[in-house]
């Protein structure tokens, strides 16, 4: 059943307009029964005590072309992150050099694919642009190596602007 804000409310309520102070800090699970201040304490605890969100992000304008028909490493597209479960993405803009050439980017987490992140795209023209991406959901133990690579069918396929986007979640 919806809430009307207007009656279903009480904006009197202590946690909503008042300063926090008391607030405890701590690094636990938010609950159904916490209070609002409780719910803040500890969502503020699992940021600062580095269980919560982490990120990497690793740019690159360096172009790149790409001939080979087997995974090949792209330029500057490697992290070794701390341990946790990411969600990693890649994405960069590419200039096809042949009719009909499919371009596939990956994943690899040391020197194995991660299957569910392979994505194919087809060059329809020469010199057609093209957006690439891949995307993935892998744990990493804090020295495995996440590495983004690229093969192409025939051809040549250049990559320029690119980025490598690792976000970890928990613990």
């Known amino acids: 059943m919806a809430k009307n804000?207007?009656?279903?409310?009480?904006?009197?309520?202590q946690d909503l307009l008042n300063v926090l102070t008391g607030i405890i800090f701590a690094n636990s699970a938010v609950i159904g029964t916490d209070s609002v201040r409780?719910?803040?304490?500890?969502?503020?605890?699992?940021?600062?005590?580095?269980?919560?969100?982490?990120?990497?992000?690793?740019?690159?304008?360096?172009?790149?072309?790409i001939t080979s028909t087997t995974d090949v490493a792209?330029?500057?597209?490697?992290?070794t992150p701390i341990a946790g479960t990411y969600l990693c993405l890649f994405n960069t803009t590419g200039l096809s050099g042949a009719?009909?050439?499919?371009?596939?980017?990956?994943?690899y987490k040391n020197a194995a694919i991660i299957?569910?992140?392979?994505?194919?795209?087809?060059?329809?023209?020469?010199?057609?642009?093209?957006?690439?991406?891949?995307?993935?959901?892998?744990?990493?133990?804090?020295?495995?190596?996440l590495t983004a690579r690229a093969k192409v069918s025939s051809g040549t396929i250049q990559f320029d602007q690119r980025n490598l986007v690792l976000i970890r979640f928990g613990a």
């Open 99 to 107: 009719n009909n050439s499919i371009a596939s980017i990956s994943f």
């Open 38 to 65: 409780t719910a803040i304490g500890k969502l503020q605890g699992q940021l600062t005590s580095g269980s919560g969100i982490t990120y990497y992000y690793v740019p690159s304008i360096i172009s790149q072309q």
């Open 74 to 79: 792209i330029t500057s597209m490697t992290a």
């Open 115 to 145: 299957n569910d992140s392979v994505r194919h795209t087809t060059a329809h023209s020469a010199n057609e642009a093209q957006s690439y991406q891949t995307s993935t959901v892998v744990t990493m133990n804090g020295t495995d190596i």
């Open 5 to 13: 804000i207007y009656t279903d409310f009480n904006f009197n309520d």
